[in-house]
């Protein structure tokens, strides 16, 4: 082995690197111009040593500042380039979550508002299916005969335009006219197709209140005329201004006459319309038999209805021509 070289305890020699001058007894260099002993350190130094004419020593890099995420495994490629885009990306997902749920709230609020609002009657959903037939018969019969109004009333205003049967059919119209307002009015007797609608009082007598209901569903299905009856046959005609109160012994007063029962009312109208809006579930049969009392209802192909209402004499009003 030559001088130049040292052994490195690996069997390989190694060129001998100038060596650390030291003072007798390992005591620091007494020379002035002697270098620091830290900057003799064997350790790769900080920046770039740079070889002679300014060139980079090769297979060294300078060393750049880097942030490093301690969150993620040593090693793992990426980690801290892959930090901001994930937060970031976790935030995105969060907002849109939250919009996704306010969005799915909203719906079923406003699902719940429409069945809320679009829930069928209570009364009409515990209704039978026979029940439901007769009412829809009913209104079909209502939309009928409002139809062949409108038909009639049309073919009066095209006779009443016509030139040479104007004067005939204004003439004849007047008198249907005048004919309907008096059997409306009450002055003018009428007969025709209808019922009889008897009460018979339970344990409870006949109140006013359940008259008075069993004249608004005649009307309501198309009752053209009616009248009631006592038992002592007193009649008293039913028009618009007819009123009922309870009076004393379980009477009843129509129009300030005093009736005893049991009651029978005579109308004239479309029998089987009529006869269903009395027998409606909750309608005035039922309400009267809850009260332990009884309706009989019966057809007439000719019902009757003589009693007559005495006209209003008229002091200040006066008909325009």
Do not use: C
């Not at 270098?35 to 064997?42: G, H, Q, R, V, W």
């Not at 930090?83 to 079923?108: D, F, K, Q, W, Y």
């Amino acid at each position: 082995m030559s001088e130049e070289q040292t052994e490195t305890g690996t069997g390989w020699p190694q060129p001998a690197g100038p060596g650390r001058p030291s003072g007798p007894a390992g005591e620091p260099d007494p020379r002035p111009d002697a270098p620091d002993p830290d900057e003799l350190s064997p350790l790769v130094p900080d920046g770039p040593v740079d070889e002679p004419g300014g060139a980079e020593r090769p297979g060294v890099e300078p060393v750049e500042d880097a942030t490093v995420d301690l969150s993620r495994p040593a090693g793992e490629p990426g980690a801290a380039e892959e930090a901001g885009p994930v937060a970031s990306a976790r935030s995105r997902v969060s907002a849109a979550g939250v919009m996704i749920a306010a969005l799915l709230a909203l719906l079923g609020f406003t699902l719940v508002v429409q069945l809320k609002t679009t829930s069928a009657d209570p009364t009409l959903g515990a209704t039978r299916q026979e029940d439901l037939v007769r009412i829809l018969s009913d209104l079909d019969a209502r939309e009928n005969r409002l139809r062949q109004d409108i038909a009639a009333l049309e073919e009066s205003q095209r006779q009443l335009r016509s030139g040479e049967q104007g004067r005939q059919a204004a003439l004849e119209e007047a008198t249907r006219r005048a004919d309907e307002l008096g059997i409306l009015a009450g002055t003018l007797p009428a007969k025709g197709p209808g019922l009889s609608v008897r009460f018979t009082a339970g344990t409870k007598p006949i109140s006013a209140m359940r008259v008075l209901d069993a004249v608004q569903e005649l009307r309501g299905a198309g009752a053209e005329a009616m009248q009631i009856s006592a038992g002592d046959r007193a009649t008293v005609r039913i028009i618009a201004s007819t009123y009922f109160l309870d009076g004393e012994n379980d009477s009843l007063v129509v129009d300030g006459r005093r009736l005893m029962g049991p009651y029978t009312i005579t109308v004239i109208g479309d029998p089987s319309t009529m006869r269903t809006a009395l027998n409606i579930p909750g309608g005035v049969v039922a309400s009267v038999q809850n009260d332990g009392g009884n309706v009989i209802v019966e057809d007439r192909e000719v019902a009757e209805v003589s009693a007559l209402h005495a006209p209003i004499k008229l002091e200040h009003a006066r008909p325009v021509s």
